[in-house]
Every structure is written in structure tokens, then in C-alpha cells.
């Protein structure tokens, strides 16, 4: 295993920078900011370490990208930030994300609340869930996995013209996979910066879907016509479970992200690392590292503290080690759902110590 290491002086420059403007910018943000900021480039710090390789398939190995450091995200033309008249995150629904409707519900308010912490701030609206018909894509069956997918493109065409007045951006999920052309086997998500718009899959983040028992294998002939969406109706979704609401929650987090204009990171350990394999983006963490998150605090205009506090709520609401909360009762529409938060404890830990640091 090889980690990707930077001088002091390197990862210092790539999160103050050297232009005067900037420096002062950075030097009036409150000193228990700057205090955990400043840790990117303490050797003894035990909140953000170096980005570790394991496998030539790695994402920094295999798609050389150039670095970008807070200077060039400040300064990049392209990048669009939310307007007081374009605060808010929209999520569109496609097809179900659980086998009930109240997991999909749950489901769907779950990823809602943690966007809406994670990106503190703003406002994160659910549009009302949508089948795939409504779309109108293209979709095929996987030759290879035999599972059903859909045509990102068309997806993003779709949400393209549903983006409200005050949308920042419409991003989109499913637990359907996809596809961006006929020549690939899949991809786990694309996203138009320009447009504000973003569609991501699930799919493959279930448990079994590299098992040899996966329940979403279709046969090729049960599609009647391009136009016959019925294959959709009943068919398979992954069991909710912590680790799939992680995978969702980070997907998320790193996708819309990339739409506030943040590249993949290369500085230290960061949920804005690239990823090319489900490994790779299990490896990678919940978190932003300082440089990463500087950008995101200049794009979004947030507190450290008050985010990091509202991650925690969203930890703490409703979790499931409470048994004596969960309500059961025999209708269907009053059962609450524990929200499975088992996986994201470790994560919970780090931001506490975030916090000490912060309000020392
Ligand atoms: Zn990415
Ligand atoms: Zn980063």
C-alpha cells in the first residue's frame, strides 16, 4: 500500500494560498475555524491523514487528473454557487427506493436530512417520487449482469426540464442502474455542471449485487417494446440496510459536490477522492478534508460548528438503539421506521473530535 504525501508547505498553500486576497479571506474566519482547518497540514494530526493506494485499478492511477487547490477552485469561471434567489437542493425520485412505500419514504427523507446538514444552509425540497415511465428513457437489459438499466442521458434530459425557478440543482436517484451509452456496461452516476443537474444510481451499493444469487437478473426477451415500461413495475430492490444508506448518503454528498464546482481531491484522505471501483469508494470517507471543505464553506457560506452539530442531530434523530421508541402498530401507514445509523457511529466519533478542536 502506497499513500499520496504532501510537504507541509504544499497542502498549506493549497488551502490558505498565497494570494493576498485569499490570505486575509482565510485569516478572518473565526480562530477555531482556522484552528481545524489548520490541521491539513499538522504532520501530527489524527483527523486527516493521507489518501492510501491499494490497486493499480485506483482512481488517481488510472484517471491522472490535475490537483486543484482552493485558489483555483475560488477563481474557476465555470463554477456556479447557490444565489439568494437559488438556495435550494432538489431531489427527484425515479422508481422506488425501497420494497414498500414506506420505505421509500423513509428512505428518500433520510438522504433529504442528511444532504440538508451536510450542506448546511441550504434547503433540500423532494420533489414527488416519479416511475420510469415518466421519463420516457431508453432502457436495455445488462448482457453481462442481467439487470434492467436506464439511460442516464434521458434522465438527465427529464430532470432538466422539471429544474425549478429556485433550484441551486435537481439531482436525481434510483436504485435502477444505469447506462450512458450502449457501448458501456454501466455507470454509477453523471451529471451535467452547467445545468445543475446530476442523476445517481444505488443499485449497485445493495449487498448482493456482485453475488451470484442477485434477484435483479431479467431475461432479454421479458422486454416486449421500447416503450412498454411494465418490466418496472415490481421489480427488485436491494433490502435497505446501514451500509446501503452510507453508500447513498456519501454518493450523494460527493456527486452534488462536484456540482458546487469541487474536483476530485488529491490532497488527504476526502470524500471528494475519486473512485473507480465500489471498494475504492468504501475505502474513501463521509468527510471533507480542510481544503475541501474551505471550498465548500466559501461556496455555501456555513458555520463549521453549526454543521458539524447538525451531521450529529442527523446521526442521533431516531436511531435504532433506542428500541423503546419504535412504534409498532398494525397499520401499515404508523409503523416508524428506526433509521439504520449502526455504520455511520464511527464517523459520528470523528466529528465530535472535530468539534473539540473547533470550540477549544
Ligand atoms: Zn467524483
Ligand atoms: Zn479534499
Redesign the pocket.
Known sequence: MQTVQHSEQTLKTALISKNPALVSQYEKLDDGERRLLNKAFKPDSDLFGPITLHSESD?IISHPEAPQDFEEFFSDPSRKAPSPEKRSIYIQCIGSLGNTRIISEEYIKWLKGYCEAFFYGLTVKLLEPVPVSVTRCSFRVNDNTQNLQIHAGHILRFLKKKKPRDAFCIVGITMIDLYPRDSWNFVF?QASLTDGVGIFSFARYGSDFYSSHYEGKVNKLQIVSSSDYSIFDNYYIPEVTSILLLRSCKTLT??I??IFGL??CQWLACL????NHLEEADRRPLNLCPICLRKLQCAVGFNIIDRYQALVRWIDDESADSPGVRRERSREDHVTLPKPVEAFKEWKEWIIRCLAVVQK
Open positions: 482512481w452516476g460527493h456527486e459536490g462536484h474536483r476530485h471528494m477522492q475519486g473512485s
